[in-house]
């Protein structure tokens, strides 16, 4: 019998990672799906690469957030400050929405160990807290991923590398005294959230940095990372709202600029034998369409290099 071939690059999705939110609210939900069409009409995602996710089973979701906010989200019984703070009207639908999303982030840091590199089309919600959400973040989905492998014996070392160009506050905050989670943010020094926490390497960047100042930096740090830390696995935070034109991220990186800095990340990883798993994380560009079109080029860029 012949061999399937392997898949390129296991990717998780679930229709319900789409939620309807108000016309005038300023996430881009439709981002999601856009992708996911996007890449299958590219020919990056199979049917046969695709795991669905269920929705994340509390007793994983407690390894990193307290019993009383897990409650509140659970039953919608937030005060209305907690959910100003979150940024998206709570529910039902918004609560199954994380739960779907965290658990991706879970299957494919399982698919990552099994395969080298794996990604999930949501995730990076790096604002969230033990104890509350914030900036369209409830759940942390890097975080409860890699609690739940550590419980599991599948993991000891973990290093978290946020290109998103909000710092990873939430993330920096869970693994502040954990010597064996690495948390290295690069992000917009005046940006949101403005009371950075401490990450195990923070990097500020200045308005307006632009292509080449930002791929040195990047350059100088994995390098540096690499000499102090040997991961058994690598968590990307893979937001593209550096790129130039985003409504929040307020740098200037190029459609080229963005597919160098995946192809850096993706090569580190491979060259260093490093399982790598991918999660979106945040896009804020005119469109969704033109979001999803960004977020696209890490699968491009990891499908030209295969697998660690
Ligand atoms: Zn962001």
Partial sequence: MP????PAMRCAYH???YLELPPSHPFPMAKYPLLKARLQA???LAPGDLIEPREADLADLRLVHTDAYLEQLATGSLDPAAVRRIGVPWSPALWRRSRLATQGTLEAARAALEDGLAANLAGGTHHAFAGHGEGFCLLNDVAVAIRVLRRDGRLRRALV???DVHQGNGTAALFADDPDVFTFSMHGERNYPLQKMRSTLDVGLADGLGDEAYLALLDGHLEDIAGRFDPDLVFYLAGVDPARGDRYGR??????GLARRERRVLDECRSRGWPLVVTI??????TPERTAELHAIVFREARRLGPC
């Fill in 161 to 163: 590398v946020d290109l």
């Fill in 3 to 6: 061999r399937e071939p392997a």
């Fill in 15 to 17: 229709p319900d990672y």
């Fill in 251 to 256: 740098l200037a990186l190029s459609d080229d």
């Fill in 42 to 44: 590219e020919g990056l």
């Fill in 281 to 286: 994380a945040g896009g804020y560009a005119a």
